[in-house]
């Protein structure tokens, strides 16, 4: 246990230097604190200005535990972008799924907001309940690339010779421009998660073909939407599917007012892509027409994109085509599989990929002819 308190002590040093550089004193600042369960101490007393606002987060209900999170690896229970900081001390050594973890973390996160990790690269074997990994510097880097949140700093703790642990320190940022470019809509930012150069040669063969009827599967911030209003025709129908989860009251009136000044047909479905009564939806919208255009941007898992390819292309038409997002693959994110679906599509069907360097993680869009 003295191993533990000693582990601790480090901690409380290298997170009050974390707040003492990072944390703005007087600004409100929501901050959780992941793997806050109060073993022996907690980052509370550190975070004790009256402008700011602690919830400690746990996956056991206990002491210095305001939120139990009952799924570690999704926090339903926290909504995106709550947080402008958020710590954990000695928490990820036990994350089973640090990879998924740290998504979580990027969601909940404020544009502009920090993070600070603080886990053992040497300590002694620790189960509370499980020990699955010690983090290098390397490590945070890539843990940080895998969620797409900018390094400020990682500082390797020297192991000090009274003490059998040292600590390595990842402090990031969400940047506060969190899409690659964004499009214009009645003086409002709309961002969009596609590389301009990759969407706008997408747009090109769609204006080739005229497009009609598109759908779009994963809206997310209404990026691709707003950039498929743009260059379709006039009385063009858009359809657009995203979780009911993604969107709220203003995000989806914004969606709502694309495509007006061109008399546009554009409809949001909230629901799974995946239930058949959204196949049907499309199908309710689409009346005895066929889509000339069907994109596919959802999960990124493989098994998910396929089903959502398999069940929509019956839907496009000969000559139709169909996009795929993300087809390059992400090496150290392993949930990101389109990938492994585009090398079997392309077996089977005339395609096209759009990547703008080949060197590139992610993004890439592959365009099957039908
Ligand atoms: C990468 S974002 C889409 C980005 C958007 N196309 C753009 O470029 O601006 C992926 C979206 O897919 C949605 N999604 C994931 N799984 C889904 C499913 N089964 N059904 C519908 N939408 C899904 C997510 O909620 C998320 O908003």
């Known amino acids: 246990m003295n191993d533990v308190k000693n582990m601790h002590k480090n901690s ?4 009050t230097y974390f707040r003492d550089k990072y944390m703005d004193k007087n600004k409100r600042l929501a901050i959780a604190d992941i793997g806050s369960f109060d073993v022996n101490g907690s980052f509370r007393d ?18 210095n535990v305001d939120i139990v999170l009952e ?5 339903s229970e926290l909504k995106d972008e709550s947080y402008d900081i958020i710590i954990s001390g000695n928490t990820f050594e036990h994350i089973k799924h640090p990879w998924i973890v740290i998504k979580e973390i990027r969601r909940i996160l404020r544009c502009g907001g920090f993070v600070c990790i603080i886990a053992p690269n040497i300590c002694p074997l620790h189960r509370v309940t499980l020990d699955c990994w010690r983090y290098l510097p390397d490590g945070m880097q890539v843990l940080a690339d895998i ?23 990842l402090i990031a940022k969400k940047s506060k421009r969190d899409f690659p470019y964004y499009l214009k809509h009645n003086e409002q930012d709309v961002g969009i998660a596609q590389l301009e150069s990759e969407i706008n040669n997408f747009g090109k063969i769609i204006s080739k073909i005229k497009a009609k009827t598109i759908l779009e599967i994963g809206t997310f911030r209404g990026g691709t939407l707003l950039f498929l209003s743009k260059i379709a025709d006039r009385n063009a129908t858009i359809i657009s599917i995203d979780l009911p989860e993604k969107q709220n ?11 007006k000044e061109k008399n546009q047909d554009i409809h949001i479905i909230l629901q799974d892509c995946h239930f058949p009564n959204t196949l049907q939806q499309v199908k309710n919208i689409l009346k005895s027409r066929k889509l000339d255009v069907l994109f596919i941007d959802e999960n990124h898992s493989y098994c998910s994109t396929k089903q959502s390819f398999v069940t929509y292309k019956h839907l496009v038409r000969k000559g139709g085509i169909i996009g795929l ?3 390059v693959p992400i090496p150290t994110s392993p949930i990101h599989q389109v990938h492994i679906l585009w090398n079997e599509i392309k077996q089977k069907y005339k395609y096209e990929e759009i990547i703008e360097n080949k060197n590139q993680y992610g993004f890439g869009i592959g365009v099957v002819y039908l």
Do not use: Q
């Not at 550190?46 to 002491?63: A, F, S, V």
């Not at 797409?148 to 009274?162: F, N």
């Not at 009251?249 to 495509?259: H, P, Q, T, V």
């Open 249 to 259: 009251d203003d995000s989806l009136k914004l969606l709502e007012s694309f495509g």
């Open 71 to 75: 799924d570690g690896d999704k926090w």
């Open 325 to 327: 997002h993300d087809i």
């Open 12 to 15: 409380m040093l290298n997170m």
């Open 46 to 63: 550190l975070m004790t200005n009256p402008l700011w606002t602690y919830n400690g987060i746990d996956i056991r209900e206990g002491k």
């Open 147 to 169: 969620a797409g949140l900018d390094v400020i700093e990682i500082i390797a703790d020297d192991k000090k010779p009274d003490c059998i642990v040292a600590d390595t320190i």
